[in-house]
């Protein structure tokens, strides 16, 4: 049987972001430097090529070491519905992950006899297996807490909590479900202590929802001009912390931070030259999330890669690891993920570093790349912020490469050295 899907459905699977709490993609883990992201996996076209398929397969990612390391926890066959139940294969769409280790839950939206039904999957195993905890008819908003355990879930006007990983759930009366409704929401670090963003408006309350503030952000760090893209809210990793990131018209994207419980933000990150791409799966897209450890805040970017043969793709990931609050770009780890991967780490980090070799440092233009038993096929600088600022592609073996980089102003670079077996970073300083 041809397996198909339509674009128009599928780019809305991929950009619907609004109404419920916690509809991402992409998790903090219990521990710091570690995310967990799902999302598209490669796909391979049918005979007729884009939109149909013969085969499509998504993936629970478990990222750790601050981006550097990737593993594949859990893949499914995109179309398993097709041939089996909805509720005997978990297909993951939104992610959270609870506060202990290793505990994430998977939240799923389908249609069944022309109705919507929520599903909620719950692992205990770093998302490697699953098990069905509930399905309830239609659309069903759930959020993960600072405290192992806790699970809130919010439907038409009444919020339940469970402290016992979603296995039982008991009302919680006085927080009103407008307050998951109302966009994106997260609890904060006491009971009935929520942070919860609107359109271009933020809620705090600390008292399930009896008492909030009621702030109105400034259209400079949050806007929905981009129908699909709203703006999201994230917990710092003390009180008073928060972050948001937005989309703006043109494309442009930034992440801003608050200290003081949303009364005042600043930019952390801004992206105004994002090369936006309608790719099927509108894989060439910006994920943000900030992380348990004080200061730091993770930038992604999905990437579509394209595959000739067999005709399709696969997806790339790059993980922007910042510190300091955004005045810090600490290194960028990109994983190519293609479907050979095997659930294997994505860079191997160590023989790859031990092989290559980049001086002097600092320098006033001329670089010399040293590597051993290792094909350099490109490399490509970065500034401070992110931007690229040069690239060179090799197309012959050597043991030594020289790059000249006079034409770069004076400061800090993150150089990506692109091999067969994986990518380098590199930091240099040029004078």
């Not at 950009?15 to 883990?29: D, K, Y």
């Not at 294969?89 to 609870?98: E, F, G, N, R």
């Not at 699970?151 to 008991?170: C, D, L, M, P």
């Amino acid at each position: 049987m041809m397996k198909q899907i339509l674009l128009f459905l599928t780019l809305f699977l991929a950009t619907t972001t609004i109404s419920h709490a916690q509809n991402r993609a992409i998790a903090r883990g219990a521990e710091p430097g570690e995310l967990y992201l799902t999302t598209f996996w490669y796909g391979i076209y049918g005979s007729w090529g884009p939109p149909y398929y013969n085969t499509l397969r998504t993936a629970v990612y478990h990222i750790t070491e601050n981006g550097k390391k990737v593993t594949i926890q859990y893949d499914v066959d995109y179309f398993a519905d097709y041939y089996t139940t909805p509720s005997s294969v978990m297909q993951p769409q939104y992610i959270l992950a609870d506060a202990t280790p290793g505990v994430l839950y998977a939240k799923r939206v389908y249609t069944k006899n022309y109705y919507d039904y929520t599903q909620l999957w719950v692992s205990f195993d770093y998302g490697e297996s699953w098990e069905l905890r509930e399905e309830n008819i239609g659309a069903i908003g759930y959020t993960s807490s600072y405290k192992e355990g806790v699970i809130y879930r919010g439907e038409y006007e009444k919020v339940f909590i469970s402290n016992n990983y979603a296995n039982t759930w008991s009302n919680l009366p006085t927080l009103y479900s407008i307050f998951f409704q109302a966009g994106h929401t997260e609890e904060y670090f006491e009971a009935c202590e929520f942070i919860s963003l609107g359109l271009n408006e933020f809620f705090y309350t600390n008292d399930c929802y009896q008492d909030f503030e009621h702030l109105i952000l400034s259209t400079e760090h949050a806007s929905g001009e981009m129908p699909g893209f709203f703006p999201d809210v994230y917990r710092g990793s003390k009180e008073g912390e928060v972050y948001i990131h937005s989309w703006f018209s043109g494309y442009k994207y930034k992440a801003s931070f608050s200290a003081n419980t949303g009364h005042t933000f600043r930019h952390v990150y801004v992206n105004e030259d994002y090369q936006w791409q309608n790719s099927l799966f509108n894989k060439n897209q910006l994920l943000f999330m900030s992380d348990r450890e004080e200061g730091v805040f993770y930038i992604l970017n999905l990437i579509e890669e394209k595959d000739i043969d067999p005709w399709g793709w696969h997806l790339k990931l790059c993980v922007h690891y910042y510190r300091d609050y955004g005045e810090t770009l600490v290194d960028v780890y990109c994983h190519d993920i293609n479907k050979n991967y095997e659930n294997e780490i994505g860079i191997n980090e160590i023989n790859i570093i031990e092989n290559i070799v980049i001086f002097p440092n600092p320098t006033t233009g001329e670089l010399i790349i040293n590597n051993e038993q290792l094909t350099i096929k490109s490399i490509e600088f970065f500034d401070v912020s992110g931007k690229k600022q040069l690239t060179q592609h090799f197309n012959i073996s050597s043991s030594h490469y020289k790059i000249n980089i006079s034409e770069l102003n004076a400061g800090i670079y993150f150089v990506h050295i692109t091999t067969k077996q994986g990518i380098v970073t590199k930091k240099i300083i040029k004078n």
